[in-house]
C-alpha cells in the first residue's frame, strides 16, 4: 500500500490517500479528510483500473471525478492521487519512489519579498 499525505495550505485541511494495488490492474484508493469534496470524491474512485487515471488531465478518471466534487482547481490532491497510483503500480520513475512508499507533500506559500 501507498499513502499520501497532503498538507494543502490555504484552506487548512489535510488529506490521506491511501492506494492499494488490487489484482489485474485494479487498484483500491481511499481519501481521508475534513474536506466534504474530497471525502464524496471515495464513492467515484473506490476501485478503478488504474490505466484509466494516468495519462492527460482530460482523459484521467482521476481529474474527471475531482472536476466534479472540487471547487478549486488550485487542490493539490488530485495530483497527490495520481502520484500515489503511480508509485502503488510501479510507474513512477525508478530513483523517485518505490512500491508501499509514504509521500509526504506539503503546498506553502512565502509572502513575496518587499520590492
Not at 487498484?27 to 474530497?38: D, F, K, T, Y
Request: neutral net charge; glycine residues 6%; proline residues 3%.
Amino acid at each position: 500500500m501507498s499513502r499520501v499525505v497532503v498538507d494543502a495550505g490555504s484552506c487548512g485541511f489535510r488529506a490521506e490517500i491511501r492506494v492499494e494495488r488490487l489484482e489485474g490492474t485494479k487498484v483500491r484508493i481511499a481519501l481521508s479528510s475534513g474536506c466534504e469534496m474530497l471525502e464524496r470524491m471515495n464513492a467515484d474512485l473506490r476501485e478503478v483500473d488504474w490505466r484509466e487515471t494516468l495519462g492527460s488531465l482530460e482523459n484521467s478518471l482521476v481529474y474527471r471525478v475531482a472536476s466534479r466534487h472540487i471547487s478549486r482547481a488550485a487542490c493539490p490532491v488530485p495530483s497527490a492521487i495520481v502520484k500515489a497510483i503511480e508509485v502503488e503500480v510501479g510507474a513512477a520513475l525508478p530513483a523517485q519512489q518505490r512500491r508501499g512508499a509514504e509521500v509526504s507533500a506539503r503546498v506553502q506559500f512565502a509572502p513575496a519579498e518587499a520590492q
